[in-house]
């Protein structure tokens, strides 16, 4: 009777070694294990403030309406952040947060508390943005040293098998307050457009 022959050890090993890393590998590429293209999200409702002239004041005075969305806070006449506006004209997005953090009171005479959240371009969390944005809270957006407001963003979104969910994000959605037309809204294109030049995000938050 002739026996079947026998595998070396060293050769029973590489193919277990081999089997491992074809298991290894298959689970690899089977996450992440679910994948959502092109979802959107947008701050509804944005004010329809336009800046009253082309000066770096009227510019973000309109900025700060459109993004913080309660006009007794800013900026209308008498409300609580106007008066910080002419000082703040030429403040980098950083710098603006600093000033306008803190208590601050309404025409009322209420108070309010201003908080500040500033990423330089090379900071930028992807995930609190997209977060943020879902809180239906808009950024302020220095773009090649002009300021936007940030309302929107469409991204790719990857789950992977530990429940863990990571964002792409393909374009930001922006308004231009210094017009009315279709210049008003621009989309910063993330494949195209130059993240170099962004040079900062700023989000407020108001408690009253």
């Given at each position: 009777?002739?026996?079947?022959?026998?595998?070396?050890?060293?050769?029973?090993?590489l193919?277990?070694?081999i089997?491992c890393?074809?298991?290894?590998?298959?689970?690899?590429?089977?996450?992440?294990?679910?994948?959502?293209?092109?979802?959107?999200?947008?701050?509804?409702?944005?004010?329809?403030?336009?800046?009253s002239?082309?000066k770096?004041?009227?510019v973000?005075?309109?900025t700060?309406?459109?993004?913080i969305?309660?006009?007794?806070?800013?900026?209308?006449r008498?409300?609580a952040?106007?008066?910080?506006?002419?000082?703040?004209?030429?403040?980098?997005?950083?710098?603006?947060?600093?000033?306008?953090?803190?208590?601050?009171?309404?025409?009322?005479?209420?108070?309010i508390?201003?908080?500040?959240?500033?990423?330089?371009?090379?900071?930028a969390?992807?995930?609190?943005?997209?977060?943020?944005?879902?809180?239906?809270?808009?950024?302020?957006?220095d773009?090649?040293?002009?300021?936007?407001?940030?309302?929107?963003?469409?991204?790719?979104?990857?789950?992977?098998?530990?429940?863990?969910?990571?964002?792409?994000?393909?374009?930001?959605?922006?308004?231009?307050?210094?017009?009315?037309?279709?210049?008003?809204?621009?989309?910063?294109?993330?494949?195209?457009?130059?993240?170099?030049?962004?040079?900062?995000?700023?989000?407020?938050?108001?408690?009253?």
């Open positions: 009777m002739n026996s079947k022959p026998h595998l070396p050890v060293s050769t029973l090993v193919v277990l070694i089997s890393c074809m298991n290894a590998h298959s689970q690899a590429i089977r996450e992440p294990y679910a994948f959502h293209p092109n979802k959107e999200v947008k701050v509804a409702y944005l004010p329809s403030a336009v800046a002239s082309p770096n004041s009227a973000l005075a309109a700060l309406e459109t993004a969305m309660q006009p007794d806070v800013c900026c209308d008498n409300s952040l106007e008066p910080q506006i002419p000082a703040a004209r030429d403040l980098s997005l950083k710098d603006l947060g600093e000033k306008l953090r803190g208590k601050h009171y309404l025409g009322t005479g209420l108070p508390v201003v908080t500040d959240q500033y990423w330089s371009g090379a900071s969390n992807v995930e609190a943005i997209i977060g943020t944005l879902m809180e239906q809270r808009p950024f302020l957006m773009w090649n040293g002009r300021l936007y407001v940030l309302y929107g963003a469409t991204y790719d979104e990857y789950l992977d098998n530990s429940g863990a969910t990571e964002h792409v994000i393909k374009t930001l959605l922006l308004v231009d307050t210094r017009f009315s037309d279709s210049r008003r809204y621009v989309t910063f294109n993330r494949q195209t457009d130059d993240w170099a030049k962004v040079n900062g995000l700023l989000s407020l938050a108001i408690t009253r």
